[in-house]
């Protein structure tokens, strides 16, 4: 059984850090592009980091460059999300999410990145207080 899931979610204060995992089992993430998306109140699921497969370059939204890094584990199965320098709108559910393709997909940080991504796990709330 094809299952994602994540970890590692909290509460934290503003300036604090936070790593998240996402573990794969039933299937090897080695070959394709992982991304991590959030998904706060009443606003859509937005994309934050991709990591691609081989290569491992790497894509941020914007507003995480500097503090987020994504990295990848591929003998464990796993990728992180390490996130530094909190800020109360990082509070969200964050997932994680496994593309068809091998590079991250062009459309992640944009509204249409979702439909990019196939398999996703169930989310783990982040919460950071001013």
């Known amino acids: 059984q094809l299952q994602l899931v994540e970890s590692g979610g909290g509460y934290m204060q503003a300036g604090g850090s936070l790593r998240l995992s996402c573990a794969a089992s039933?299937?090897?993430?080695?070959?394709?592009?992982i991304g991590w998306f959030r998904q706060a109140p009443e606003r859509e699921r937005e994309g934050v980091a991709c990591i691609s497969s081989s290569s491992g370059s790497t894509n941020y939204r914007d507003s995480v460059k500097g503090r987020f890094t994504i990295s990848r584990d591929d003998a464990k199965n796993t990728v992180y999300l390490q996130m530094n320098s909190l800020k109360p709108e990082d509070t969200a559910v964050y997932y994680c999410?496994?593309?068809?393709?091998?590079?991250?997909?062009?459309?992640?940080?944009?509204?249409?990145?979702?439909?990019?991504?196939?398999?996703w796990g169930q989310g783990t709330q982040v919460t950071v207080s001013p």
């Open positions: 999410a496994v593309s068809r393709d091998p590079r991250c997909p062009v459309a992640t940080m944009t509204s249409l990145g979702v439909y990019e991504y196939h398999y």
């Open positions: 039933g299937f090897t993430l080695e070959h394709n592009a």
